[in-house]
T-cell receptor, first 110, second 113 residues
Framework: GIQVEQSPPDLILQEGANSTLRCNFS?????LQWFHQNPWGQLINLFY???GTKQNGRLSATTVATERYSLLYISSSQTTDSGVYFC????????????FGSGTRLLVRP | GAVVSQHPSWVICKSGTSVKIECRSL??????MFWYRQFPKQSLMLMAT?????????EQGVEKDKFLINHASLTLSTLTVTSAHPEDSSFYIC?????????FGPGTRLTVL
């Protein structure tokens, strides 16, 4: 099946810093989403981005489908950005199974 | 965005008992819902796909007789952990499809003593 790798696995930032999270996937995909899991476990949709670039406030994401990777940019990080960021993809051969990467654990210090 | 709720948010039970977890799509209809399991500091693992009006599809290695799934309506899927044991303790999360996106419930933390 499709493999999803995220890097870095852990990241510590000082408040106000910028960061880039990466998601590599092993095959063509129909769907790619970025999620933020807060400390209480809730998964929050950040972006649905199978290709192209999107921005939402301090967050933006870019997916280059032909090269099988996606990037999540966090600018001017805040302590509330702490948590785990997951990338998840839907392979072309799996109509409904969203496959998650291992996540990037982010801690933003005040 | 679409809202998915789960109940209960946490449950503690004795070994050997059964626990039912409900997943509801609040403002949309979901013919397909998904159940995930997450261990501490790990990623989400898909357990099964729940289809309204038909049998669930289980992932390899997931015991269908232990994790009973019922999707009786377009807004409700339930997961019952039967004869729970301490190794079933985990964080269970449901998800529903709305358009091309997936939305997740807040999760249920199960502790089996």
């Amino acid at each position: 099946g499709i493999q999803v790798e995220q890097s870095p696995p852990d990241l510590i930032l000082q408040e106000g810093a910028n960061s880039t999270l990466r998601c590599n996937f092993s095959d063509s995909v129909n769907n790619l989403q970025w999620f933020h899991q807060n400390p209480w476990g809730q998964l929050i949709n950040l972006f649905y981005i199978p290709s192209g670039t999107k921005q939402n406030g301090r967050l933006s994401a870019t997916t280059v489908a032909t090269e099988r990777y996606s990037l999540l940019y966090i600018s001017s990080s805040q302590t509330t950005d702490s948590g785990v960021y997951f990338c998840a993809v839907l392979g072309l051969d799996s109509s409904y199974k969203l496959i998650f990467g291992s996540g990037t654990r982010l801690l933003v210090r005040p | 965005g679409a809202v998915v709720s789960q109940h209960p948010s946490w449950v503690i039970c004795k070994s050997g008992t059964s626990v039912k977890i409900e997943c509801r799509s609040l403002d949309f209809q979901a013919t397909t819902m998904f159940w995930y399991r997450q261990f501490p500091k790990q990623s989400l693992m898909l357990m099964a796909t729940s289809n309204e009006g038909s049998k669930a599809t289980y992932e390899q290695g997931v015991e269908k007789d232990k994790f009973l799934i019922n999707h009786a309506s377009l807004t409700l899927s339930t997961l019952t952990v039967t004869s729970a044991h301490p190794e079933d303790s985990s964080f269970y999360i449901c998800s529903a499809k709305s358009g091309p996106s997936r939305f997740f419930g807040p999760g249920t933390r199960l502790t089996v003593l």
